[in-house]
């Protein structure tokens, strides 16, 4: 059986205040049970799972560059190695 992990942050099924996130920030709170990353890029605001499929890592203390969150279990040094076998989480609009 699955272990179940410990939801953080605010729960976005009951709205939360935009205002506050920057351009380019993220935040992570959770939905009906799920981890959820929401993100700032520009004028749009995007969600998605909070938790790489590849590495299991949060995404929280990953980093956004253009639209995509790069995840940290990546390093720098070996991220363009793996970017051929390892898709990138793309912000879905």
Known sequence: MAEKKELT????????SL???A???MLQGHAKGKPILV?????GYFAIGATCTHYG???AT????DDTVRCPGTTPASAFARERRCAR???LR
């Open 9 to 16: 942050g605010p729960d976005f099924a009951r709205g939360i």
């Open 19 to 21: 205002g506050g996130l």
């Open 23 to 25: 351009d380019g920030s």
């Open 39 to 43: 993100a700032r890029c520009g004028d």
């Open 57 to 59: 890592a949060p995404l």
């Open 62 to 65: 990953g980093i956004i560059v």
């Open 89 to 91: 989480r793309r912000l």
